[in-house]
Every structure is written in structure tokens, then in C-alpha cells.
């Protein structure tokens, strides 16, 4: 199952250590204008070694777009893509080869499969999310199109978090930090958090927060397709998800249904509810308000430490990781969020156009 | 999209005030005894009318197994089954004919559609929830057969909530209160909350907790058809749901990873984890450990309060809900996590026997 | 896999005997005025005992609608539907309870299954197609809105053959005769011939033509979703369905391609083509002119003679087939023929519109 | 549309003068031995220039495996894979760039999409079909180990036809000449008449038979899966295919039920079939015994003549085909139809293994 979506379909490959990481991109609208650099810029986003709080690995992650753009332009057919693996030490991932890494995949895919690519995790690296920026950076080209905005931003790591109400701050600030947090004090503190995990050989968790403005009603279907459900699936696939919410979510089961109500008003012909718990979406369909979600992220388990695990054999062993690795995933995974996001955005969209003859 | 599921897919159709409720489950193993009193005890935990804090409606909800049953047996083919709506009272609804109530589908459904069947919510009513409880109760049956255990239980209502860590819990106290909460005293408490709420006319929220036990190590596909994303995509396509979390959750956003990591061990020859944060799936596949989860439920918008709202033409107009509501889905809503869970479960055994030749 | 289309699809459930023949049409456009007549007017074209020369089996297949139209037009939301089984005799059967009729699905049913509804064929048995027909006959009525047409008609029985042009025909005609060809006097000798065959307990088979009239240009997927190859195994998805033309088909390849080429012409802005060997679509892909197809059907295997075959414990036995049987099922397959075509245009009329933002 | 399959999944990407032809393979079944000169084998089975009577073009055609086997096995994950288009002479299409071929995709692609990869046919090219021998031949790796054999020949070119019985027909004798039939005598007069056509500049169509010997009992699921109804679909997506029978095909309908019964015997507890008119399908699953069916195939379209047709703004214009083009496409596709029965046959097997618990 490594294909995502109904009708803007995505299928990604490629394991952190083999020859290129890729995918294709079925159902893309033809016609739309793709500015590769956009493309690029996101990926760049996602990149390691972009600051000092994330992983030092250097990849270049350069997009090579295979098909389906010609003369600057979606054709409607299929868009093949690659990233090459460059900067790969297998050799990094000797020690692990026959060991089981605590509160990774390692153990359940060789018990499903019989058989790993121990290799920086293979299949199971978050490298793999760098096919999903390239095909979300796509998807946003279509969406900005018909004037769909999507943004997302650190909200919370470790214990420092932000106001859950993401009106409070400005999106244009996101990018003027290395934690993608759009409040400069707080994202101060989080940066310091990080380098205090990241020196501890530790990790740490923390929130994103995901926005979609200006989505137009009716995207969604009842039933088992729901808006949300489909957001919450697209983000709970990303790697170290473990929880989602959306509007009042989780926080709003201490309310009364009298204190959430979200009152419709008609402004001129134009109809909006004066406040917005239901997050953008009631009975699963988009109602043109703001759609907003929280996804949580773990500390990941690779740390700086010696760990007492088992082998292959049943064996006790003990695992020290030398790979280079991320203190906290939350910087690295906001053009992650984003770029899911903007698949199943497009995707309801797409599917919302056969509701009508 | 009325369906769900790759292998054991369930098509559900039908409106609170229709002829029927239904659906189609297809890919249902051959040759799995199926007990219809069991069916029929779980659309009963879901029934209106079977407490004090529920919604009087009385509604037999008596399944018919159309096909795909055989001398006692499913057959391989699809089992089709049907529940008449017997007390349906449409003029109840007389009055929301031309209005969109706040915080409901009606908006939508009008907006996406350009035609709604307002008869108590038509196809948004949880209503729709019948067949997925029929469809769980068969799924559970083959999942017996593999020695997979299910169960939920109201874990918060409102701000009255029991601890975390469901191995604190009796599951066999669940159905002992009439808010399937395995905590008597905390029941009681829920269970006053509730009735208060009632007499307010007004509606609460809560949590579910689900848990899984003894599934098998490997079920899940890694990258888009994680375990946990699959579970989280089932339970948000419920009514009212508004988040999903599993294993550490949100919680645990605060840990470091040190601090969360779940070491394995080897118990003669048995792979198993000291601790579980993980909550039981690791790189979106099961490890064999229980798996656990969360779902969030929002204070309802039916209130029996006069509301100002807007009609179709986009006139204001005041709302005063007659129909009989729940004022709290929680209790209810026990069986339709259980079922969406078992849906889930069965589909990914399945699936996963797909792995090897 | 009961379940057929990507947006229009159909479900269908439901065995010979059973309690009920049923399925669920998702994915119907919203809006579109359904003349229930109709549909039953198709079912009545399928139905058994409306001639000399089908089977005398009464069976009045009355559909009822239970979800989906409300008011007389689609709401956009599942429609379930259900044909009650009246006039079952399953003793009629008893003789084949525990044996493998050549020719029929009995033997592969139960190698796969391990357990097996014997009565009537159970899922084998062709009055599945009623679902197809209602399914069917609802589809046309939303293409009858844009314009297309549908028909088919029996183009050969045994040896009897029409010519294989379809334009030499009226289509008008074919409801006058029982066999439903549009030529009266072919008409007459395959009805001899038919009945002759039924006379010596034989059965014999034939050829239906597709024709569908107005299609779109645009219609049908590239690659793996051309509109002839989902037509070819919508109609091999036919009980009997042994093969599936379109075009110059099978008798095309004798020729050369300068003989075949369908060149175009531009009349005042229409673009066609002066023949249309193409049969309507290239490149997987309607063009705009009819798309003309033939589906053949074998003589089934129910025949009133002893047969030497052998039973469930691989027992030489022998089998006379009692049960009430068509002779050539050529004249109630073509309501099925159109149904299918009617569903698979509609999907890719549908699928179409989200080719463009 | 450019996925085909359920479980074994293939999803191509490619233009014929882009960058690359390739692939996704997903649900291959893990710790398979994949040797990938098998694969190149297949490869150059299809590759142009490899005789007198196909296209000269210089095709090397060599893939590249990206991911998903690791250590010469299958390791459950993706299969990425790309052929690099060498030989690609962009100029050769300049004349076509503005003007519809006859018979091509040309126009339809142009009027769905608004925009068309002139280039070769784009993705309309039958260089697209290099995908599809690439994941074939690996889904045949894995059929071999479970003991299922495929081939394919051309049993027709013009009107010089073999016998319709596979059995009378050495599969060893098939790559003993560059038609690739079985029969020497006839092979030498099908390459007579493909040079003679070339020689015209003209085209010329035919018939491709393939067989599917030891296919396992049950595989093909009832109603809309059928085996055949599968291996139809695949075939008709495949480039000039025009028509797909199987068993008795269109010829049976001549005969009466009781000449083409297929009687059961059993054979030390083997049950088999005296006949096989069925083609060894039987209500869409497999009963054992050996799958054959026919594909035809058209003259394609592009003559070395001139033709007048119409540009893209509708005027009169003459074309001369220039590039490089196949007499006849028989020979070529042989291991294409070999390599869609593969991948249709894997699939269903695997799906088959969901049947029981």
C-alpha cells in the first residue's frame, strides 16, 4: 500500500539507502504550470543539515522530474520523479544489521517481511517523506490555483507550546526560524530545548500545527470519506505521528455542546458561521472556514545512548547508534505536513467535481 | 465513498428516515459460523431507548442477513443485510425542513449536494452507524476464530476522567453501568454529569479508549497503509469524533525519547517489549504488544435551546430542537469503536496474507 | 470484488435462493430526476417468462428502492435497493446438492470456498444480473441528460447471423420480436432455431452488439484504464461471456492499415471521421463517434439430458438437470449488455471531469 | 488510471521521448529471488530493431531497479525501476506536432487533455509498454516458484492463421523465429507477408494466443473479478488490441450446450475435465486445467504514405509519416501479452489467500 489518494493519486518508493528515492503522481490535473524551483524550495525545507538543531547529514535531495511536464506544463499523464541517495554510509548501519533498534521498525518489518533492508532503516527512513514533498509541492500548484492557501507550523515542543488558537499568529513569520515556529520568543526557547535534548545524545516530541484557508465548501465525502478522516489518515501515515485532531478536538470534550455551537450568519449573501469549533468541517464536509488540525509527534528513538535490546537470535545486545540523526523531527516535518495536506486537498477537491453531471 | 476497506470492504447505505438502513460486506472469509444473536446484542448496546441517559427513541433495529450466510456460515460471497426503520416520526423534522441547524450537516450536505433529505438528518444521521455495528459484530467473529480481543470504554465525559493507562481497567465491568465505563464509581459520576446535562437541555463530550489484544505481530502496511493510520482514518469517520491518538498520543509530545523508549526482551523464545508506549504498532505495523487508542468526541449540537440560525434562503430564524436526542454519544458510540476497530483488524489480517506466496 | 467502477460504483449481493437479490449504487450524481418505471420496465426485459422461448420460471423482480432518492431524484448518497427472491424452488436443486454440474461454477465455488449455496447456482446463478440491470437503468437515466444512448440487440444465434455493421439496423425494431433482433425475418429464424434447440433440451448460443450513441469525445483513461478494455471486462464480467470485440475487432486483423484508417474531416468546426473502423475510441479514449462492440455468449450448460459427471466425494454419478432453464440466454442478456455499458460510460463520463481543476 | 491490479499492483510512468520509462511495482510478495537477467531477457524480447520485420530503431532498453530488492530477493517494499530513453530523435516528430494522425491517440489525447506530448505519441506510445514486460517479468519469478507457466505466440498475421488448438503446438519452437511462432512452416509464410507489407509501407494486424498452463484451482473471484473478465481488461490495455476471447471464444456459438459440455472425471482423486472448451475458467475461477485464450490486434495506423488529415486548428493538411515504425506489432507484443497474464495471474493468486482466514 504505497499509494495514497482516489483520484490525485500518489505512489512513492525507494529505500534511505538505495539508489534513489521516487515515486509517480497519477491523476494530476492537466494543464497547471509547475515551477520546479517551488518544488525544489520545499524539498529544501525538508532537507538535513539545514540548521544546527537537525541532522547533519548533507543531501542534496535534487529532484529529477521523469514525465508528465511538458513545455512547462501538466499533460494529464502520469509524473515519474527521482531523488538520488548521495551522501549514503551503509557502513553507518553495520552494528544495527542484525539488531533490533528498540521503538523502531526494525523488528516488525523483518517479522512481517522475513527479510530488511537494514540500511538506515530502509523502507522505514523518513527519507521516504521526500517523495511526498515533491508530490505535495505539486499538488500546492494546482491548489493555489483556485486560491487554496495551506500552511503548518511548530506549536509545541516538549512542554513549550503556543496558544492553540492559530489566529494568533502570523504565517509570514513560520520560515524566519530554524523551529518554523511563527512566534520569534517562543521559538526561541524551542531552539534552545532542541540543542539541550540534541547535546543529552536525547530527542523530544512536539505538535504541528496545519491550516487550509480559503477551502472551498464541500470538499469531503459523508460517510467514510470524510474531510478530516482522510486528513487524519494522510497525517497519521507521516513517520512519528501519533495523534490528530481537528477544531476543538480533543480539548472540547470538557465543553457543553451550548458553549461550541458555531452560529451561521449571512454576510451578504455569503454564509459563514461567527465562530469556527467545527474546524473548517461538519459532517465531514468542508464549510468554507478555516480548516485547522493538530498533529502529535513522538520523540524519536534514536538516541546517543547505550541501549540494551535484542538480535536477530533472541540475543541480548547492546546498541549504541552512531548514524546522524535528529534531536527533534517537528522542524524537518512542517513541509511534510503540509505536503499531505495538500494531496488530500486536491484529491477531494478533484473527486468533489464528480458529485454533479 | 461508502465504503471501506481493501479486502473486507463494507458499502453502507441508508437514511435515519428511509426505508432502511444497510450495507453490503464483501470479502468476508468463507467458512466462519456466524452467531446472529451476537449481531443482534451489539446493535442493542448501540440502540436508542436502552437507558435513562440515552435517547428515548424506541428503535427495535432488528437485522435481516439478506445473503452470504449459509446453513449457519458465510459462504465467501457478500452478505447483504438490511434494518427497517420502524419509528421513524418525520414530522419531528417538519421544522428544520428549509433551516441549516449550527454545527450540523446540514449546510453541507445543501452546499456539495444541492438537495438534502432533512428527515432527521437523512444520510448524515448516526443512524448510518447500524451497518458498521452489524458489519464489526461479523468481522469480530472470524477475528475470535484468531484469538483477537476487542474492546472500548467510555474513558472521559466531560471533564471527569479516568487514568490513562487502560491495564487499570476490568474490561469485563464495561457493560455493568449504563455508560460502559469500567469504573463504577467514576461511571456513577459520569453518569450524573450526563443526567444534568439532559435536564439542560444541553449535550456533553468525551473519550472513548480502545483496546486490541493478542493481534498478531506484522498486520499494517508500512508508508500509507499504517496500522494506526488506518485505525485513526475508522474511528474519525465517526459521528461527532473530532481526534485520534494511539499509544503515547499528545501526551507524550513532552517526553524525551530516553524516557519512552520500549526495550525488547525475550521470553523463551518470545519477542515481546518491558513497556509500551508504542501502544502496540512500531513503523505502522503491529509488534504483538495490546494496541490502544483514543477517540475524541465533541459535545453534540443538538440542544434543546431555542438558537438563531439562518434558513435556506439565508434568513435568520430561531431553531428549537423537538426530535429525541442523545445528550451525550459516548455511551453509544462504545460498539461503533469496537466495530469500526474489528473492521479494521480483520481487513489488515487479511491483507497481510498477501505478504509471502 | 462485488463492487464495480472507481466513482459510479455498484455492489451487488445476493444468491438465487436467498432471501434477496440487492446492491448499492454510490457515487450517483445528485440531482438527476429517477423514473422508477424505467428500471422496472429494464427488469421486465431481463425477467423470466416473458416468452415462448425463455425460461417459464415466474419470478415478478420487483426492485425497491430503500435509500438515495428522495423526493424522485438522486440526493447524491448510496442507493440500496433490493428485488425480493419469491418463486424459489429449492428442492428443485436437491439433486445437485452434492454434485458438480459440468460446465457450471459448482466445482470451482466450492475448491475456493470449501462451502458452497447450492441452491439455484447461488452466487453463480445469472439472477445477480438484476442488480446490474437496476443499476444499470438508473445510470441511463443520468447519461439520457447529456445525451447518450444505449442499445444492444441479439446480432446472432447458432449460425444465424446479422451482418456486422450495426448502422444497417433500425434500433427500434428490436423490442418486436422475442429474440430482440432488429431484422424480423433473422428475427424469425433465430426464434425457430431457439425453439428447436429447446425442443431436443439443448441450449445454443450467440452474439449480442453494443452500440452507444452520442458518447462524449474524451471518455476513457489512457493506459490502464481504456474505455474499450473497461467495457471488455465489464461485459465478460457477463455470465456466458466467452469474448469481446470492438471495432473492426477480430475480423480487422486480416486487413491492412491502409484499408482501416478512419481518416478525419472537419465539418464547420466538428471534427469526425469518414469511417470509423476505430469503433469510437483511440487510443483507449472516445473520439466522438459511436462506439460499437460485440460480446459472445456460449450455449450454457444446462441441458435436459442425463450427464455422466461426479459428485462431491469425486464419485461417478448422473445428473439430469430438472430446474426451469433458458435454451439461449441471448434475448434476456441484452438489458444486461446495455446495463453494463450504461454503468462503465457513466464512470468514465464521471471520472472525466476531474481531468481539469 | 495508470495503475493496473489489486494486491500485485503496476503503475507506469512515461513518454516515449522524455527521460525515462518506468515503473512502480507494489505487493510483490516478499523474499522472492529475483534474477534480473530474466528480466532484461524479457526486455530484449520486446525491444525494437531485434529483427528484419520490426522497427530499426536502436533501442537498448536496459532497466535500472531502484528499490525494493535488496540482496538479489524481493523485500515486500516497492519496486522502482526505469528504462532510460537513448535513441529518442525528437525531430523525426516535428510534422506531427500540429497535426492529427489518423487512427492515433493524437486527437483524442488533445481534446481530453487540452494539451499532448507530440513527441513519439507521448504517452500513447506503445514505449510505454516497456513497464509492463519489466514488472511482468518479475511477477513470472514469482509465478514460476509455485510452478504456474505462461506463454504467448502469434497464431495469426493477415489471414495466415494456425490451427485455434494451442495443444497442437510446441511452446519451445516459439523464439525459434522472429515471429514468434510455433510453427515453422507458418512462421516462414507470416514473414512473408510482414515483409511484403513493409516493402508497401503498409501494416498488417493478427492474432496473439497465450496460455497459462498449472494455474492453481480458485483463482478469480465471482460476479465482477472474474478471471477472464481480469485477463481481458489487461489485455485490451494493451496498444492495437482490438478483441479478447477465451476457451471457446466467439467460435462456440455456433454449437449447441451439449456438444461443448465439459464433462468431470476424476482421476486418483485429481478432478479434471474431459474437454476444456471452457478454457479452463469456470463462473470466473480457475478449475485446473490450462487457460488459453486470443488477442487481436489491428494493423496499426502509421503507413509510410501519404494521408491527408486535419492540423489542430481543423484545416486540411497531408502527412507522410517519417519515424520509424513496426510492419506489424505481433512479434514485438508476444512477451507483453506474456507479461499483463503474468501480473493478472499473480494478482489473483495473492488475492486468492484472503479467502480464508
Do not use: W
Request: aromatic letters at 6%; one cysteine or more.
Amino acid at each position: 500500500m504505497n499509494t495514497i489518494g482516489k483520484i490525485f493519486r500518489v505512489t512513492t518508493f525507494g529505500e534511505s539507502h538505495g539508489m534513489a528515492i521516487g515515486g509517480v503522481i497519477d491523476g494530476m490535473p492537466a494543464g497547471i504550470e509547475i515551477n520546479l524551483d517551488k518544488v525544489q524550495y520545499e524539498l529544501n525545507r525538508r532537507r538535513p543539515g539545514q540548521s544546527s538543531i537537525v541532522t547533519p547529514r548533507d543531501e542534496k535531495d535534487q529532484v529529477k522530474i521523469l514525465s508528465g511536464i511538458f513545455e512547462g506544463k501538466t499533460t494529464g499523464c502520469p509524473i515519474g520523479f527521482i531523488v538520488e541517495n548521495t551522501n549514503q554510509h551503509s557502513s553507518d548501519y553495520e552494528n544495527i544489521r542484525n539488531t533490533f533498534r528498540p521503538s523502531h521498525a526494525d523488528f516488525t518489518y523483518t517479522s512481517k517481511y522475513g527479510i530488511r533492508d537494514y540500511r538506515g532503516g530502509g523502507r522505514s527512513s523518513a527519507r521516504e517523506t521526500i517523495s511526498r514533498v515533491v508530490a505535495g509541492a505539486i499538488a500546492r500548484q494546482a491548489l493555489e490555483q483556485i486560491g487554496i492557501q495551506i500552511y503548518a507550523y511548530t506549536s509545541q515542543v516538549g512542554n513549550i507550546a503556543l496558544d492553540n488558537d492559530y489566529k494568533k499568529y502570523d504565517c509570514s513569520l513560520i520560515e524566519t526560524n530554524d523551529v518554523r515556529c511563527p512566534d520569534a520568543e517562543v521559538a526561541k526557547k524551542m531552539h534552545n530545548l532542541i540543542s539541550e535534548v540534541k547535546n543529552d545524545g536525547d530527542t523530544i516530541g512536539g505538535v504541528i500545527t496545519g491550516v487550509i484557508k480559503n477551502c472551498p465548501i464541500g470538499l469531503g465525502e459523508p460517510t467514510f470519506g470524510k474531510l478530516h478522516a482522510k486528513l487524519g489518515e494522510a497525517m497519521l501515515s507521516i513517520n512519528a505521528a501519533k495523534g490528530f485532531e481537528y477544531g476543538m478536538g480533543f480539548a472540547g470534550v470538557g465543553n457543553r455542546g451550548s458553549e461550541l455551537i458555531d452560529n451561521f450568519i449571512n454576510n451578504d449573501g455569503k454564509i459563514s458561521t461567527t465562530s469556527n469549533h467545527s474546524g473548517g468541517i461538519q459532517g465531514g464536509i468542508s464549510n468554507g472556514e478555516d480548516i485547522y488540525f493538530r498533529v502529535a509527534f513522538k520523540p524519536v528513538a534514536t538516541i546517543l545512548k547505550e541501549i540494551e535490546t535484542i538480535d536477530k537470535d533472541g540475543k541480548s545486545t547492546i546498541l549504541k547508534a552512531k548514524g546522524r540523526h535528529d534531536p527533534c523531527v517537528l522542524p524537518r516535518a512542517v513541509p511534510i505536513v503540509e505536503a499531505m495536506a495538500a494531496m488530500v486537498i486536491l484529491d477531494a477537491y478533484l473527486l468533489n467535481k464528480t458529485i454533479h453531471l
